[in-house]
C-alpha cells in the first residue's frame, strides 16, 4: 500500500552484472517500477533480473551517460531512483525514501545519497570515497542527466536534500577487477583528453599522479582504512599514470600515421586559447 505517497520507478543500467544484480534488486523489492536496461549480457543477468521486473530493456552500450539517460526516459512515475548494479539500498535508506515521498512531495525536486563502499573486506570510510554524495532520488520532469564517460551526473532544478540513509557500495570483486577497470577508464579518458587536444605534457604524467597518492593517502586519510587504504591510493595514482601515459601513446600513433597532422592540431588549439 502506498496511501498517499508518491510512487517511484527504480532504475538500473548492466551488463554482465550476474554477481551484484540479484543483491541489487532485492533491495528494491518495495519500488513500485523496476526499469534494467541491459547491454546484451553474456551472463545471467537478464534472467536474474526477469525474477523481480518484467521491464527489462536490450540497448547497445552507448556509454554511461547516455544509457542512464536512456534508462530515466523509461521511467513511468514522477519519481525515479537511480542505481547501479553493484549497490544495495539499505533498509534504512528505504525507510527515509519512502517518508520523503509522503511528506516532502512539492518541496524537493531531488536528494542526494551518501554511498559506502565495502572492499578489500573492508568499509572504506577515507581517501575521498565516503562519503560519497550521488543525486540518485530525483523528480523525472526536473533532472538533466550529463558529466562526461566513464561516469554520469544527475543535475536536478529545484531544491535538493541529503538523506541520511546509505547505500552499500561493493565496486570490485578484488584487485584485479579494479585493474580492469582502470584499464577500460583510462581508455575512455585518454580519447576524451586527445579529442579536446591532442596536446601532452610530460610533467603531468611525471607529478600527477604521486600527487593523487598524497591527496588520497595522506591528506584525504586514507592511511586510516590500514592496507586496502594504500592499495587504493596507490591504483589511484597509477589510474592518472595511465590516462596520460595513453594519452602520449595516441598521440605518438597519430603522429607515426600523418606526420604532418599533430602540428597543424596543436598549432589551431593554440590559437584557439590565446
Known amino acids: 500500500m502506498t496511501g498517499d505517497r508518491l510512487k517511484v ?23 513500485d517500477e523496476i526499469v534494467v536496461v541491459d547491454s546484451f549480457s553474456q551472463d545471467r543477468t537478464v534472467e536474474l533480473c526477469r525474477k523481480y521486473t518484467s521491464r527489462i530493456f536490450q540497448r547497445e552500450w552507448l556509454g554511461m551517460v547516455r544509457q542512464r539517460e536512456y534508462a530515466v526516459s523509461l ?21 527515509e525514501v519512502l517518508m520523503r515521498l509522503s511528506e516532502d512531495k512539492e518541496d524537493n525536486s ?3 545519497i551518501k554511498r559506502h563502499s565495502h ?17 540518485r532520488l530525483f523528480r523525472k520532469d526536473k533532472v538533466y542527466v550529463g558529466g562526461e564517460n566513464p561516469h554520469d551526473k544527475c543535475f536536478v532544478q529545484g531544491r ?23 584499464d577500460t577508464y583510462s581508455d575512455i579518458v585518454s580519447e576524451r583528453l586527445f579529442e579536446k587536444s591532442p596536446a601532452f605534457l610530460l610533467i603531468k604524467m611525471i607529478f600527477r599522479p604521486p600527487a593523487k597518492f598524497l591527496e588520497t593517502y595522506i591528506y584525504k586519510l586514507g592511511f586510516l582504512d590500514e592496507l586496502p587504504g594504500f592499495v587504493i591510493s596507490v591504483l589511484s595514482s597509477y589510474y592518472v ?11 605518438r600513433t597519430l603522429r607515426q600515421k600523418s606526420p604532418q597532422v599533430v602540428p597543424q592540431i596543436l598549432s589551431r588549439t593554440a590559437t584557439s586559447s590565446e
Not at 512515475?77 to 553493484?86: G, L
Not at 573486506?121 to 562519503?131: E, K, L, Q, S
Not at 541529503?162 to 547505500?167: D, H, R, T
Open 9 to 31: 520507478s527504480a532504475v538500473i543500467v548492466c551488463c554482465d552484472e550476474e554477481e551484484n544484480v540479484e543483491r541489487c534488486l532485492q533491495s528494491l523489492t518495495w519500488a
Open 75 to 95: 521511467a513511468q512515475n514522477d519519481w525515479v531512483f537511480a542505481v547501479d548494479a553493484d549497490e544495495v539500498i539499505t533498509e534504512t535508506l528505504r525507510n
Open 110 to 112: 531531488g536528494y542526494y
Open 119 to 135: 572492499y578489500l573486506g573492508r568499509w572504506i570510510d577515507h581517501g575521498g570515497w565516503y562519503p560519497d554524495f550521488k543525486l
Open 160 to 182: 535538493t536534500a541529503k538523506l541520511n540513509g546509505e547505500m552499500i557500495h561493493y565496486p570490485y570483486k578484488n584487485i584485479s577487477r579494479q585493474l580492469r577497470t582502470i
Open 241 to 251: 599514470f595511465l590516462k596520460y601515459a595513453k594519452l602520449w601513446e595516441r598521440r
